[in-house]
């Protein structure tokens, strides 16, 4: 008897207007001193501040500014980017002759400004000959390593995900030691760390693969976040093995006369320890130790052409 599927929980709406400042409240208070400073230093960069005010939710300060184009670059760590999307952002914006929507951008120091989230839109200006671009300049340098938060414009794939979270692991590992574990919400998590590190030594890695097995094993360091890195390459070293093992295993099947989307997820959920367990308590090591002696033992003589027809889920990303 097939069982019923477990309704979704919905998240609970706060009553109505009951959380931040009234409108009116958003820009009648003195701004610190931080602030205004910042508003000169936008001024002798070339900008100009347009609205100094409080965000309505979290009463926060921040401004709305015109900045000199050569001014702004995407933060160091972002995803790559999307020439497509850039063009599709470029017409956009030509057809109606009009900018829109504001990137968002900290200070970096030397008269330059990062944007953690608004990269295409800044080469869709460039792309079109623009001289400023309107950005909510935040005081705070430090939200730009929410970069997950934040971007918005372009829905991120895992690859793309896990590429930026590793190169924002690497960047404040050279200046912040505190343990891994504190950087839950500017990682998201553990898993896209490990696979960002796949994806540095193999851009077709297949991590859609090895993704659901991750999140269940793959947990945040209590380790200073340099060290956390040392052992993430160790695992993403552990990871391309097995990915090449289970390659391996997916031809010998191609080569029996197997056709199918689905060969590599087929192949991973045969060796995945964890897939009958509810609650797996196994660690990273264990998991991925079973998974590879799984791996190395694969008998392709013994799969029927039936089996992976029944099989589902997300095709390889190869």
């Not at 097939?2 to 009234?22: Q, Y």
């Not at 829109?100 to 080469?123: E, Q, T």
């Not at 196994?282 to 590879?292: G, Q, Y």
């Not at 089996?307 to 589902?312: P, Y």
Request: glycine share 6%; charged share 30%.
């Amino acid at each position: 008897m097939p069982t019923a599927k477990r309704a979704k929980k919905k998240r609970a709406a706060a009553p109505a207007a009951s959380r931040g400042l009234d409108a009116r409240r958003l820009a009648n208070a003195a701004p610190p001193i931080s602030v205004e400073t910042l508003g000169r230093t936008i001024e002798d960069d070339g900008g100009t501040v347009l609205a100094t005010y409080r965000d309505p939710l979290g009463g926060h300060w921040q401004m709305l500014a015109a900045l000199p184009l050569d001014r702004v670059e995407p933060t160091p760590f972002q995803r790559d980017l999307s020439e497509a999307h850039v063009g599709r952002v470029a017409n956009a914006i030509d057809k109606l002759d009009r900018y829109l929507d504001p990137v968002i951008a900290v200070p970096a120091g030397d008269g330059l400004y990062w944007s953690p989230n608004g990269y295409h839109r800044l080469g869709a200006m460039r792309e079109l000959g623009a001289k400023s671009i309107v950005a909510i300049v935040i005081p705070e340098p430090e939200v730009a390593h929410h970069i997950l938060l934040l971007n918005t414009e372009k829905a991120h794939n895992l690859r793309e995900r896990a590429l930026e979270v590793v190169r924002l692991a690497e960047a404040l590992a050279v200046i912040d030691e505190r343990p891994e574990r504190e950087f839950a919400t500017e990682f998201e998590e553990a898993a896209l760390v490990t696979l960002g590190l796949c994806y540095q030594q193999n851009g077709r890695f297949s991590g859609g693969a090895y993704h659901p097995v991750l999140k269940r094993c793959d947990k945040l360091l209590n380790r200073s976040l340099p060290d956390a890195l040392m052992e993430r390459r160790l695992r993403a070293d552990k990871l391309i093995e097995l990915n090449e093992l289970v390659n391996q295993a997916v031809a010998s099947m191609k080569g029996r006369g197997m056709e199918s989307p689905y060969l590599k997820a087929f192949v991973v959920a045969r060796i995945n320890p964890l897939r009958f367990q509810r609650k797996p308590t196994s660690d990273f090591d264990e998991t991925i130790d079973k998974m590879l002696g799984a791996a190395r033992r694969f008998d392709a003589t013994k799969i029927r052409a039936d089996q992976v027809a029944r099989t589902g889920g997300t095709p390889s990303e190869e």
